[in-house]
C-alpha cells in the first residue's frame, strides 16, 4: 500500500481543522450515523449479547484462521470457484490483471471494496489497457473526482452535495435539473452507470463475509451495484482479506445482525447477497467465471500478537464515527485507506510503523471506539502497544522520548518527585502568575491553540493535610 501522503501528519491535520467544506460535510454525517447505530443497537432486545456472540465469534475464527481457510477453499473449490492466494498487494493486483487478460477483458465495473483500495487495483487495471468504473455511488463520485475515499464505509463523508453536484457539472456536464437536489443526482447517476453494467466483461467485488462450511460469499450493499457488478458481466472476481471468513452460516447471521446497525442503523442492508459457485448448467443467472483471491497483503503480520484482535474488524466504521478526532480531521489526514481508530491499528501492525508511526498518537484514548465496535475490539490497548512500539523503536520526537526518561525518573522517587514539584510551582508562578499565552519549543503546540494555566500554589496533598488540621483544631 503505498497510498502515504507527502505531508506530516500533523500538518495534514491542521490543514484538514482549516478546512470548513469538511467541517460541515463531517459535522452532517457523523452526527447523523452516531444517532441512527444507537437508535438500531437500542431495538434489539438481547443487544448487547448480541456483540458478545459476535465476538465470541470472530475471535473464535481469528485463533483457528488456517483451518477455517482450509475449509472455505475446499468448499468453494467443490463448487468450481477459483481461488487464489496473495501474500500482498503486488501479487493481488497481478493475478486480477492476468484473469482479465487470459479472459479478453477490455471493461470492468466495481462493486465497493477496500482490498482493492488497499493494493491501488485500479491503477494496474488501467496500465493494462482496460477501462474500470466504480458502480457505488460514493466510490464513482471518489473516481470521477480523481480523489481517494475517507471512510470504511461512506466514501464521500469528506464531501457536500454541493461539492458532488460540481463534479457532476464537471465531470459528466450534468444540468442543473440533474444535480437540483440527492434524488435527482441519484436519478443521474444511475443512468450513466447502467450502460456501464451491461457493457462489462467483468466485475469486481470485495467480500464481506466468507462462510467456511459452504464456501458461500456475502456481500451486504444499499444500492443493488454489487447484485449487478457480481451477475451480469461474465466473469466475476472476488477479493477477500483473509481474515473475512466465519465458520458457518449460522454465525454469519448473528455478524450480519451487528453488522448493519453498527455501520448505517439499519436493521439489515437493502441488498444482503449470498453468492455459492458460478453459474450452475440449470440456472442462467450469474457469471460462467468466479474467482476468489485471499489477500494477506500484512494481515499474517499480526496473527499471534498483540494486535490480533485488530483482525476481528468486520469493517462497520462505527469507531470512526464517534471518534473525537476523526469528527475534526476527517480520514485523509490519516494518509492510509483504512483511517480513524482502526486505521490507526491496522495500518502500523499490517504495513511498519515507517510512515506510519504517528496514527497511535491519533487519539485521545478515550475509549468511544471501543464502546461503539460491534465485536468490542480493545482498540485503545492496541494503541498503547503502538506508541510504545514506536519509542522503542526510536519513531517518537527525542524530546518526547526524553521527557518521559526524565519524568519517570522523578515520579519513582517520592522525596525527589516532591522537591521538583516544588521548584516547578515556584518557577512557575515566578515567570507566568496568570499562565501561559506562549510556550516555548515543542510546548508551543500546547498553547496555540489554548491557555496554559500557571501551577497550583499548594499541592492537593499539602491542601488535604491543612484542611484536616484545622478542622481538627476546630
Known sequence: MSQVAPLPFYTRARQAMADQNLQTALDRATGRMVVARKQAIGLIADGEAARDHARQIRAHTIANLDRYLDEF?????????????????EAATRLVVDIARANDVTRVVKGKSMVSEEIELNHALE?????V??????????????????????PIIHKTKEQVAETFRRELHATEAEVAGIPEMTAFARRMLRAEFLAADMGISGVNFAVADSGSLCLVENEGNGRLSTTVPRLHVALMGIERVVPTAADLAVSLRVLARSGTGQALTVYTNVITGPRRADDPDGPSALHVVLVDNGRSNMLRTELEEILYCIRCGACLNVCPVYQEIGGHAYGSVYPGPVGAVYTPGAFGMGPWADLPQASSLCGACKDACPVRIDIPRMLLALRARAEEGGHTPRWVGDGLHVFRLLATRPRLFRWASAVARRLSRWFGPNGFDRLPGPLAGWTRH???PAMAAETFTA????QAETRGQS
Open 133 to 154: 468504473v466504480e458502480t457505488d455511488l460514493g466510490e464513482y463520485v471518489i473516481q470521477l473526482d480523481h480523489d481517494v475515499p475517507s471512510h470504511i464505509i461512506a
Open 463 to 466: 491542601r488535604r493535610r491543612r
Open 450 to 452: 489554548r491557555h496554559f
Open 73 to 89: 477453499v475446499a468448499n468453494a473449490t467443490a463448487l468450481g470457484v477459483h481461488v487464489h492466494f496473495a501474500a500482498d498487494a
Open 127 to 131: 496500465a493494462a489497457g482496460m477501462r
